[in-house]
Every structure is written in structure tokens, then in C-alpha cells.
T-cell receptor, first 114, second 112 residues
């Protein structure tokens, strides 16, 4: 069964460093998403991406964040200058454009900012 | 804004039925979902229900929707230890943003 894959599974970084989280969505999906889940809190939407541009973003997705689809398979989330409060589990998801918006999630990348 | 609430923990004995409850605030919700998250894994879509349905059954899973009370439940029959996980309720709205709003998740603990 096709799945969304994310790498790395755990990323440790120093405050102020840049990190790039990587995702390979399901190959025939057209919509891509990033979510985060701070420990013990709700899964929060960050950004959605369609047709090579951001289609929607939340208040959390400020200028420190950016997304890119550098080639036909990868979808990345970059955090320019990490803060302690960026420590969270980051989930990538993808979906078809079939109107049901059934999103398939990756296993997540745990980001620890020290 | 939309909000989705769930109780945080549920403990059941193996073989019993589990019922996980969820309430939501947005009456425009069109799709309601249940996701399962096992330790170290991502969110796995278990089932979803469209808002014009009251019930959906899929093997051991039964989803009940009470639109009047904005209440969604997931019943797992004959609960097994492999069902131990966090279960997330989510809702999204057609005609607006399809982005699902998630609850905090209910940790289901199944003990022998």
C-alpha cells in the first residue's frame, strides 16, 4: 500500500539553526500538507500546497517557515532559525483532489530544539 | 472558530467494547474522521462519515453521528490489545477549508 514517508524520524538541532524536514507524498496525490503536534497538544495545521504554491496557511506558519517541492517527489518544510518552542512532532500528509480530502499521514519527524 | 473536544483517556478490558466520544462546534462540518496513532507512527485514517449519514459500520468499527448534539462516537467491538493507541477525532467543512480540525486525541488503553 502506498504511504507517505518522512525523514529523518528524529532531528536534534541547536536554537537558531536552520532545519529541513523532508517528505515524500504518495505519488499520484496533488495536495500536500504540514502539521505539527507539540507534546500533549492538538495536531495543528501549518500549511497546504497545491500546484506548486501555498494554497492555505495558518497563523503559526510565519516568515520563519517555508515549503518547497524541489522535484517531482519531495516536499520539504524549512524552519530558518529554530526556536525552543518549535520542538514538536511534524507530520506531512497528502491527498487526492477528489473532494473528500482524505489525507494520508507520514509517521512524523520529531524535532528537538536545544 | 471550530473546536473539537475529546476525553483524554479510556481504559477497557480486552474483549469489551470501547466507545470513544467527540464533540465539535462547527455545524457546517461536512466530513468527520477518526484517525488512529500507534506509538512512533503517523496518523492512520480509520474511517470517516459524511454529515448526511447517521451511522457507518466497518467490521469492528461503528461510527455514530448525532448532528443535533454535534456528537460523534467511535465504537470498537471486541477490543484487542492491538487497538491500544491514540484516537483522534477531526472535522472538515465543504465549501470552506477542507483542512481538518483535530481533537486532542483519546488514549485507549486495553488491558488483559
Amino acid at each position: 500500500e502506498p504511504e507517505v514517508t518522512q525523514t529523518p524520524s528524529h532531528q536534534v538541532t541547536q536554537m537558531g539553526q536552520e532545519v529541513i524536514l523532508r517528505c515524500v507524498p504518495i505519488s499520484n496525490h496533488l495536495y500536500f500538507y504540514w502539521y505539527r503536534q507539540i507534546l500533549g497538544q492538538k495536531v495543528e495545521f501549518l500549511v497546504s500546497f497545491y500546484n506548486n504554491e501555498i494554497s492555505e496557511k495558518s497563523e503559526i506558519f510565519d516568515d520563519q517557515f517555508s515549503v518547497e517541492r524541489p522535484d517531482g517527489s519531495n516536499f520539504t518544510l524549512k524552519i530558518r532559525s529554530t526556536k525552543l518552542e518549535d520542538s514538536a512532532m511534524y507530520f506531512c500528509a497528502s491527498s487526492l483532489s477528489d473532494g473528500k480530502n482524505i489525507q494520508y499521514f507520514g509517521a512524523g519527524t520529531r524535532l528537538s530544539v536545544l | 472558530g471550530e473546536d473539537v473536544e475529546q476525553s483524554l483517556f479510556l481504559s477497557v478490558r480486552e474483549g469489551d467494547s470501547s466507545v470513544i466520544n467527540c464533540t465539535y462546534t462547527d455545524s457546517s462540518s461536512t466530513y468527520l474522521y477518526w484517525y488512529k496513532q500507534e506509538p512512533g507512527a503517523g496518523l492512520q485514517l480509520l474511517t470517516y462519515i459524511f454529515s448526511n449519514m447517521d451511522m457507518k459500520q466497518d467490521q469492528r468499527l461503528t461510527v455514530l453521528l448525532n448532528k443535533k448534539d454535534k456528537h460523534l462516537s467511535l465504537r470498537i467491538a471486541d477490543t484487542q490489545t492491538g487497538d491500544s493507541a491514540i484516537y483522534f477525532c477531526a472535522e472538515s467543512m465543504r465549501g470552506g477549508s477542507y483542512i481538518p480540525t483535530f481533537g486532542r486525541g483519546t488514549s485507549l488503553i486495553v488491558h488483559p
